[in-house]
């Protein structure tokens, strides 16, 4: 694939009705670069013990070489978390109820499978900081020029549809501009958001 760059756009906000923003993401800032590049949402669980102390340490361990995306995860236990070759190919390494959407050829596809209890929200099937093994879901997907990926907590998608998301990824909103008009809406939970464009 011929060269190509990432731009990208990062925020994460504690919600009106949290005391504290136990949610991580990574980079936490916005940027651009050439590949290779990795990526994160770390969901601290909704005032689960440490669950913030969980939620960076994970983050925190992708500022180091990362061969193996499932050492990140077993830091945090609810997190997606990216990363993204001089190919384009994403490796996508998750548990929990985070989302990795990807808008390819104007088509939304939800990459990731939320791992949560129907009718219970944020009581996920794997806890965090538990000695369970987890069932990790690992996806190849091959990315091309044009595509936008979004990083996104249950925070952000429980407020929105995905309509409401696609227009926005099509759109070219940023994640700082995604994140304040959910932050409107009064929100449950903490908003992040991390949105990569391949040019």
């Known amino acids: 694939m011929k060269n190509f760059k990432l731009v990208w756009s ?8 949290r005391k504290k923003n136990e949610d991580s993401i990574y980079p936490s800032t ?10 994160a949402v770390c969901d601290g669980l909704g005032g689960h013990v ?5 939620s960076k340490i994970a983050a925190d361990t992708l ?3 990362v ?13 997606t978390v990216i990363t993204i070759n001089e190919n384009a190919l994403m490796k996508i390494a998750h548990v929990g109820d985070s989302r990795c959407y990807v808008l390819s050829d104007r088509n939304l596809v939800k990459i990731t499978e939320d791992q949560n209890v129907p ?4 009581v996920l099937k794997q ?6 093994k987890l069932n990790i879901q690992e996806i190849d997907f091959q990315l091309q020029i044009g595509d936008v990926i979004l990083l996104c907590s249950d925070g952000l998608y429980n407020e929105v549809g995905e309509e409401y998301i696609k227009k926005k990824m099509q759109d070219g909103t940023s994640a700082d501009t995604l994140v304040s008009e959910v932050l409107l809406l009064d ?7 991390i949105m990569i464009n391949l040019i």
């Open 67 to 79: 061969e193996d995306l499932k050492k990140v995860i077993n830091q945090a236990n609810n997190m």
């Open 50 to 54: 440490s669950g913030d102390i969980a």
């Open 127 to 132: 806890a965090l900081g538990s000695n369970e």
């Open 63 to 65: 500022n180091e070489e």
């Open 119 to 122: 009718g219970y929200q944020n």
């Open 30 to 39: 916005s940027g651009n670069n050439q590949p290779p590049f990795k990526a």
């Open 10 to 17: 990062a925020r994460s906000e504690c919600g009106p009705n």
């Open 187 to 193: 929100p449950k939970d903490n908003v992040s958001a």
